[in-house]
């Protein structure tokens, strides 16, 4: 398999694109690395992820696969070469996904939402994170990574924790993953940056220091109202791309309900007008 075919659009700063690059970068696969600008999206981004136009997108063969955790799992299916991203056995695969999606859904949001907050608002917020960081802490316990002695799926998805965290919250003069409240997850964090993949691949820390203080500065006043405008018209660009998908078809996979389906188990509290197909 020619590894020439293999392209990521990414951003160096972006936790997401690089996980997608420690993976090949662990299975040995020779890729291009395009650079995103995100202020100024390019046709290339805009046409291979329509639905969210975010980085990374991983090109393999001319065929787009977006969603970091989803392309690690691509990666890991498709080549074989070098250690594996995913244990073999069912269980342990779903308990990987589990925690991977737990970073994502949890630590992700919380750390973020800290940066946003002040007084009793981040006291409570730092409670939350507090007790998503400890619930690592106790899935890391008897074990070096959180697959076992090798870095896998959920220590790649752990980036941010391992990385991000920290620059992010210095940036707004917290400190929260340290050695005496954290020591297993704190060794983990050594273990994992020292790695040497992940030591050429992440960015050096006074770099993203400098990058994240000059977002925060930028991004200051654009909050309120504006934001809250923007989140309902991604909402309902969101449903337009459903119905969309949903044309010439009775559930998203053709005639019978399946995956697509299941996951779309709500009933969205929309005016049937606009959107006849999902009100089908
Ligand atoms: N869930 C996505 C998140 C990707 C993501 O948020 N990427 C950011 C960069 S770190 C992005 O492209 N943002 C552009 C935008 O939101 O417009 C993944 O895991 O790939």
């Given at each position: 398999m020619g590894d020439q075919e293999v392209k990521l659009l990414g951003v160096w700063a972006s936790v997401f694109s690089k996980r997608a690059e420690i993976a090949l970068k662990m299975k040995g696969i020779n890729y291009e690395f395009v650079v995103q600008d995100l202020s100024n999206k390019s046709p290339e981004l805009l046409q291979h992820?329509?639905?969210?136009?975010?980085?990374p997108v991983l090109l393999h063969k001319g065929k787009p696969i977006c969603e970091s955790l989803i392309i690690l799992e691509y990666i890991d299916e498709t080549w074989?070469?070098?250690?594996?991203?995913?244990?073999?056995d069912p269980y342990a695969r779903s308990t990987a996904r589990f925690w991977a999606k737990f970073i994502d859904d949890k630590c992700h949001p919380a750390i973020w939402k800290i940066t946003g907050s002040q007084g009793e608002e981040r006291e409570k917020l730092i409670e939350e994170a507090t007790g998503h960081l400890t619930t690592l802490e106790n899935e890391l316990?008897?074990?070096?990574?959180f697959g076992g002695d090798e870095i896998g799926l959920v220590d790649i998805a752990g980036n941010f924790v391992a990385l991000w965290l920290g620059v992010l919250l210095e940036l707004v003069g917290i400190q929260l993953l340290t050695k005496e409240k954290f020591p297993k997850l704190s060794e983990w964090v050594d273990d994992y940056l020292n790695s040497s993949i992940v030591k050429e691949t992440l960015p050096a820390r006074e770099e993203l220091l400098a990058f994240f203080r000059s977002w925060f500065q930028q991004s200051k006043?654009?909050?309120g109202e504006e934001e809250c405008e923007k989140a309902i018209e991604e909402a309902a660009e969101q449903l337009i791309i459903l119905e969309n998908e949903l044309?010439?078809?009775?559930f998203f996979s053709g005639d019978e309900i399946g995956l697509v389906d299941i996951a779309a188990n709500w009933k969205p509290h929309i005016d049937k007008v606009p959107y006849p197909f999902i009100y089908q």
């Open positions: 992820n329509p639905i969210h136009k975010k980085v074989k070469s070098g250690p594996s991203i995913l244990p073999e316990k008897g074990k070096r990574f006043g654009s909050q044309k010439g078809k009775k």
